[in-house]
């Protein structure tokens, strides 16, 4: 089913659709205060997932800097966020693959807001490629940005902050290498290479007080990544019916698990990849038939 007949039909939520707006009303599970004061550095903040998370934790008393190389579209989102939580957004532009633009950005962080409490990890790219198709570079490229900018990132924050001051850091993961996912040996093996730098750097960085967890989502309707990998197409397809809580998750859903890893209720927590997919990994079919059709409609370079 298109996403243009859900809309109409009314069967999707604000949260559901491709847009990178704020939600038009929330209810907090946890204390509005659960972050106060606190600042966030929120990579690939500007839209999809990130944007979600930075507002869920700007409507915890958070400020945040989204980070992303286009600074149009931050500086857009941060006015919608800032607007609708009364916390500050600073828009920075960043290309994790390059560390002394984080430098630059972690530098001027610390000249405004004067901290740093929380990194999130969460810049990605992704497509559908069949491995006999995928290019050289465009496996390098979705390695350099998932998970050398991971390691780039994390690496200036704590050697500029995190070292002597302590922090968390959440990194935005995926369950695609759980079972070798069809079409995805990019991306997957991306994630898995960040899924262990999160137990990697738990161990090293925990004695200066530093968290290292992990969130895996699994589909994620309203993204830019549910609408490149086809997630309407498998919607229509039925294959949501094999995941035990029988749909996709949302943005807030994982901005909440995220808020978990990155407060003070996880105080004892590190090391941990936290699996947010209804239950798909455990019981989804691998259906590379299905997974080529979707395929096949889409472009697979980069």
């Not at 069967?11 to 939600?23: A, H, K, S």
């Not at 693959?97 to 630059?104: C, G, K, M, Q, Y």
């Not at 390691?151 to 001051?165: I, L």
């Amino acid at each position: 089913m298109l996403m243009a007949e859900l809309q109409r039909k009314g069967e999707l939520l604000p949260e559901d659709v491709g847009t990178d707006d704020c939600l038009t009303s929330y209810t907090h599970i946890y204390s509005p205060d659960l972050l106060k004061d606190q600042v966030a550095f929120i990579t690939g903040g500007g839209s999809g997932i990130g944007f979600r998370i930075a507002e869920i934790f700007m409507r915890h008393g958070c400020d945040t800097v989204i980070a992303s190389r286009n600074l149009d579209k931050l500086k857009e989102a941060a006015k919608k966020l800032s607007a609708v939580s009364g916390r500050r957004c600073l828009p920075l532009c960043v290309d994790v693959r390059r560390p002394e633009t984080i430098t630059a950005a972690v530098d001027e962080i610390l000249k405004q807001l004067g901290r740093i409490d929380i990194l999130i990890n969460n810049a990605a790219g992704n497509f559908l490629c069949p491995a006999t198709a995928l290019s050289f570079n465009a496996f390098k490229t979705v390695m350099e940005i998932d998970t050398m900018g991971t390691f780039n990132t994390s690496k200036v924050v704590y050697e500029k902050w995190f070292k002597d001051h302590g922090g968390n850091i959440v990194n935005i993961s995926a369950t695609l290498g759980y079972k070798g996912q069809a079409l995805q040996v990019h991306a997957g093996s991306a994630k898995a290479a960040n899924d262990a730098m999160t137990k990697h750097l738990a161990v090293e960085w925990g004695p200066n007080g530093v968290r290292v967890n992990a969130v895996a989502p699994g589909a994620v309707s309203g993204t830019e990544g549910f609408r490149r990998l086809g997630g309407f197409t498998a919607e229509a397809a039925g294959v949501f019916q094999s995941i035990p809580l029988q749909r996709a998750g949302n943005k807030t859903e994982m901005a909440h698990c995220t808020l978990f890893l990155a407060s003070p209720a996880s105080s004892y927590v590190t090391g941990a990849i936290l699996v947010a997919d209804g239950g798909a990994w455990l019981t989804s079919a691998n259906d590379v038939s299905m997974l080529l059709g979707i395929s096949s409609s889409k472009s697979a370079k980069l």
